[in-house]
DNA sequence: CGTCCGATTGACAAAACTCAAGTACTGTGG
DNA sequence: CCACAGTACTTGAGTTTTGTCAATCGGACG
């Protein structure tokens, strides 16, 4: 039943992206993929290898980084449940992923992506838009990077984590605030000052540290801009 | 016969694109594109506004670019003669584009390109790997904005100019220090001193404030890391 | 209960920013 | 050709933000 299926342009499923964009991909893409385990801070790719396969997240969550010579790191971006990493229009993966917690992920051969493509041209319209909503959310980061301070970076981190994964009332963050900080292009002390200043204004709560609550969207999001 | 020209997937001709990656494309792709010509500081587009269109620098260079709330500015990318900028899988564009000197672009219909899309499936892939590009070249400037100095931006910008676009021996910037300074998440004071300090120590020399020598470009490329 | 690792806090240093002044181009009109 | 105006760029002085180094705190786990 599985193989059966047909594709029909008109009729996609929406696909949660992470973004905040709806993309659109075929219900059975992932019904060929196989499923794997990765423990905490496992490689799944590495700069420079052949780019031969795509993942979805199950469960868990991933984060992919590049390394400059001196050991500086910078976190590209964190990938939640249901949201796709991994694909390159061709060649090498140009960044390492690894999973930031033991995740269950989804991996789909790129041989097998590339044969459905053949059959189905319509697909590669799909690979396009996740490719896409890729860039735009990268794009909106440099934002963020290049012209945000502090405290902004740390709100918009949070609003966006917000809205990518709430469990009953409390955003659980899965990466730890070396993460946090690689990502935002922050230090590690100056990530937690910061969130200590958020909870001191009653922005936020956190019961624990890697549990947050927003208690006061509103200026959250003022700062997020 | 520019109509009647067919696209065989395994002969495309080759594009040089400015983040060094070579990309293919169909040549015929923008013989249906309009030209036209962008006074200094003209919009071409602006964020909001329906993607109903892509570009290619024919001569001059583009910026492209998002403001914040209070006119903060971040610069995503600027593009040379050669260059396609504006293409978006769907929807709006999220970011504006301005001519920064006066420029000759290609203007192409999106709705030509979409019927082209139809007919010849495989140019997907085509458009798809541009935008993988595009992608690319954006998480690499994460690490200059997120982790690297203002020295070592300044060098990254300069060698990859150097890379793009030499005028016998020099490179001519089309672009005024803030532009630059809002490409690379500093501030026009910044990166003037910074360039100073460059020439101080040989590594450059400046004929006048837009045409830069690179005088030693080892430590140059050291500093980009 | 003690150890380990991650997170927080404090004191100080460095990098980059801000504000302000001065210099050097570029183009225009006399 | 020169004088002037306007803009872009450079330089200086002082401030702010963030980073660095070091110590302490606190939860998880054996």
């Keep these: 039943m599985l193989a059966q299926a047909t594709i029909s342009p008109t009729a996609p499923t929406p696909l949660s992206y992470h973004s905040g964009q709806p993309v659109t991909e075929p219900s059975d893409l992932w019904s060929t993929a196989t499923r794997q385990t990765c ?52 060649g090498d993966y140009r960044f390492s992923a690894e999973a930031i917690v033991t995740s269950q992920i989804l991996v ?13 041209p319509a697909l590669m319209g799909d690979l396009w838009r996740i490719t896409a909503c890729e860039l735009e959310r990268a794009q909106a980061h440099f934002a963020l990077l290049g ?39 922050l230090t590690i002390e100056t990530v937690s000052r ?28 003022a700062l997020d801009s």
Tied chains: 1, 2.
């Design 108 to 120: 789909l051969r790129r041989d097998r992506l590339t044969l459905r493509l053949t059959n189905e």
């Design 39 to 90: 423990a905490r801070n496992r490689s799944i790719y590495s700069e420079g290898d052949p780019a031969d396969r795509v993942f979805k997240v199950v469960s868990g969550a991933v984060r992919t980084f590049q390394l400059l010579e001196d050991g500086r790191r910078q976190v590209n971006a964190f990938y939640l449940a249901g949201e796709i990493f991994g694909l390159e229009a061709t």
């Design 147 to 185: 012209r945000k301070s502090a405290i902004e970076r740390v709100a918009s981190f949070l609003v966006s984590m917000g809205e990518r994964s709430v469990t009953n009332g409390a955003i659980e963050l899965p990466m730890s605030r070396q993460d946090i900080a690689d990502f935002l292009g």
């Design 194 to 221: 910061t969130m200590t200043l958020l909870e001191e204004q009653r922005l936020i709560a956190m019961p624990s540290a890697r549990r947050i609550v927003i208690r006061d969207r509103r200026p959250l999001m």
